[in-house]
Nanobody
Framework: QAQLVESGGGLVQAGGSLRLSCAVS??????VGWFRQAPGREREFVAA????????YYADSVKGRFTISRDGAKNMVYLQMTSLKLEDTAVYYC????????????????WGKGTLVTVSS
C-alpha cells in the first residue's frame, strides 16, 4: 500500500514563505502533486511534477509564487510557497498517480492526509 506523508504546514504571515514536504513511499508513481482545500470549498489543483522528465504544472493562482520540486534519491516532493496570501489558507494534500499527471481530483490514485497552512494578516 503506497503512502504519502505531508509535513511543513503551519502558521505564516501574509507575504511570508513556507515549504511543504511529501514523503512518497512508492517510487513508480508517474506524477506527484499538491492540491488544497479551503473551508467550504472544493479541493483544487495547485501544482504537479512528472517523475520521469520533471515537467511541472501550476494552477494560475499560484504561478510565479509556488515551486514544486522533487528529490529522487530521497523520494521526496516539495512545494516551496512564497508571497503567501490570505487566500492560500487551506489544507494541502499530496497526491500521486500512475499513468497520468495529477491535474484533477479524479486523476489521483493516492492521497496523503494533508497538512494545514494558515496565512494570517
Amino acid at each position: 500500500q503506497a503512502q504519502l506523508v505531508e509535513s511543513g504546514g503551519g502558521l505564516v504571515q501574509a507575504g511570508g514563505s513556507l515549504r511543504l514536504s511529501c514523503a512518497v513511499s512508492e517510487r513508480t508513481f508517474d506524477s506527484v502533486g499538491w492540491f488544497r482545500q479551503a473551508p467550504g470549498r472544493e479541493r483544487e489543483f495547485v501544482a504537479a511534477i512528472e517523475r520521469s522528465v520533471g515537467r511541472t504544472y501550476y494552477a494560475d493562482s499560484v504561478k510565479g509564487r509556488f515551486t514544486i520540486s522533487r528529490d529522487g534519491a530521497k523520494n521526496m516532493v516539495y512545494l516551496q510557497m512564497t508571497s503567501l496570501k490570505l487566500e492560500d489558507t487551506a489544507v494541502y494534500y499530496c497526491a500521486a498517480s500512475w499513468g497520468r499527471v495529477v491535474l484533477t481530483t479524479p486523476s489521483v490514485d493516492y492521497w496523503g492526509k494533508g497538512t494545514l497552512v494558515t496565512v494570517s494578516s
